[in-house]
């Protein structure tokens, strides 16, 4: 089983969040919604596995509790 990776993992994590961010300009908020809705879905499919994505799903709604 593989579990969810919380470490750094990126060659270039600012130029990631430009991108991100750019992605979204100019979207109105329901544009950026279903932006990020794709995105999700799109990744998920990488990952595939759902134990992982159930496990990010619970760390994600979490860590907005507080």
Request: proline share 3%; no cysteine.
């Amino acid at each position: 089983m593989t579990s969810v990776n919380t470490k750094p993992n990126f060659a270039d994590p600012d130029g990631f969040y430009a991108k991100l961010i750019e992605a979204h300009d100019g979207l109105s908020d329901e544009e950026s919604a279903a932006l990020n809705a794709r995105l999700i879905l799109i990744l998920s499919n990488h990952i595939g596995d759902s134990d992982v994505l159930n496990d990010a799903m619970t760390m994600a709604r979490n860590a907005g509790q507080g």
